[in-house]
């Protein structure tokens, strides 16, 4: 079983910059998040009360992808960025990451909708199904989908700057005063405290995707950085610490006021420097916590993460129609093996077959 895992889920896909293991894991952790606060949202968690929460493991999404995909085009020389093959596999890949599954769920909902399968979580009618394959409208969890997609429009943009700057002299921190400017123009166009709950626009989400494009430029411009591994590590139990204790219900019963689910919803800056720096103290620092993210388990739910994330809901909504609720700590493990044997399903049959398809050689 475990050679089946390894080859099936964990092998590493061809990466630039090198794949690095407890990034898997922290994708994992993103949606545990998620997941988490939904379960705490419809009843089944109600200790640890984990509503709330799911929007930080969202930015989580964001940030890492942001991360990754700017960690492998700096790694590479300008001369590269600028062949057009590169971005005929730049469009194919992020093409095939989003839109197989993201297809499927929205046929299928149409198709069950139609078919009056009211228990289905993702209601969508032929109206609703155009909204949603243009990108203009997110049901339920599905609000990401045109936030993220339309973030890889600008990232092209933005690493070809930082690029040009990085030739120029005193580069690296034209780069990062850049990145700053950019996070500053962000938060003044789209206040955080005018955001709109689920909102498909890019904009108020902005600052989040360039945090970390921002740990990808100091990852990338201050190696030496990486030998203060104690530092680094001390750092990583703070700002998980910090998760905790931001926590809506956590934050109520230490300040002594009143649950508020919607309480860091906003806090996009906040966020989006916490989980960059965390991206940063993890593989520096190194330790125990670098050991759990690039563990087997933290890595499986990580490899799986976008299937569980848009399956999740309808598994959750399934199983309450069918009173596994009422089946206490047993049906909710029950639930959450079903929602992990979907999610895995679902990566081999949607998502694993697109991984390594290019155009050409590049």
Request: contains cysteine; charged residues 10%.
């Amino acid at each position: 079983m475990g050679k089946t895992l390894q080859r099936w889920f964990l092998s590493s896909p061809g990466a630039g910059g090198g794949h690095v293991l407890l990034l898997d894991g922290l994708r994992g952790l993103a949606v545990l998040i998620v997941i988490g606060s939904h379960l705490s949202n419809a009843g089944w968690l109600p200790f640890p009360n984990l509503s709330g929460i799911g929007k930080s493991g969202v930015y989580l999404f964001f940030v890492l992808s942001a991360y990754l995909l700017a960690n492998a085009m700096l790694g590479l020389p300008l001369a590269d960025l600028l062949t057009p093959r590169y971005w005929l596999n730049y469009a194919l890949r992020r093409i095939l990451r989003i839109w197989p599954l993201y297809l499927l769920i929205l046929l299928l909902s149409w198709c069950l909708t139609r078919a009056g399968v009211s228990v289905w979580h993702y209601q969508i009618d032929t109206a609703a199904l155009k909204s949603h394959l243009a990108l203009q409208k997110g049901q339920s969890v599905l609000w990401s989908i045109p936030v993220e997609f339309t973030f890889y429009l600008w990232l092209p943009f933005i690493v070809l700057a930082l690029q040009l700057l990085r030739g120029l002299a005193g580069g690296r921190w034209l780069g990062l005063a850049l990145l700053v400017l950019l996070v500053l123009l962000a938060n003044w166009c789209w206040p955080a405290r005018e955001a709109v709950t689920n909102s498909v626009l890019l904009g108020q989400y902005l600052v989040l995707f360039l945090c970390g494009v921002a740990a990808a430029w100091v990852r990338r411009s201050w190696l030496g950085l990486a030998t203060n591994g104690r530092i680094w590590r001390g750092l990583a139990w703070v700002l998980l610490a910090l998760l905790v204790l931001v926590t809506p219900s956590v934050w109520a019963e230490l300040t002594g006021g009143t649950f508020q689910s919607e309480l860091n919803h906003r806090w996009f800056t906040a966020f989006g420097l916490g989980w960059a720096l965390l991206l940063l103290a993890l593989p520096w620092g190194g330790g125990l916590l670098a050991r759990f993210f690039a563990s087997a388990p933290m890595r499986l739910v990580g490899v799986v993460s976008f299937s569980a994330y848009l399956w999740h809901m309808p598994v959750l909504q399934a199983a309450k129609a069918a009173g596994v609720r009422e089946w206490g700590w047993v049906g909710l493990c029950l639930l959450l093996m079903s929602i992990l044997l979907t999610a895995m399903v679902s990566f081999l049959l949607f998502e694993r077959p697109w991984r390594n398809v290019r155009y050409g050689k590049g």
